[in-house]
């Protein structure tokens, strides 16, 4: 999971965090606990409130399948 902010000088892209997930892993618990663990670790350092985009098309059963969620603060 990667989560990324444009740089409003610049116009940059930038990568604020990147996580390997994996469903095989010890203590997994759900796709959404793992979202919410990365949305909450981003918010505590990040200002203002953050304008989520979230992809969840392309990966696994039924890709193409996935729609885009915008969650905001």
Avoid: F
């Amino acid at each position: 999971m990667s989560v990324v902010a444009p740089d409003l000088g610049s116009g940059q892209t930038l990568p604020l965090l990147t996580r390997l997930l994996s469903s095989a892993r010890a203590g997994h618990r759900s796709e959404n606990t793992d979202l919410l663990s990365v949305m909450e670790t981003v918010q505590r350092h990040v200002s203002g409130a953050p304008l989520w985009v979230i992809g969840r098309g392309g990966a696994g059963a039924g890709a193409g399948a996935g729609a885009d969620a915008r969650v905001s603060d």
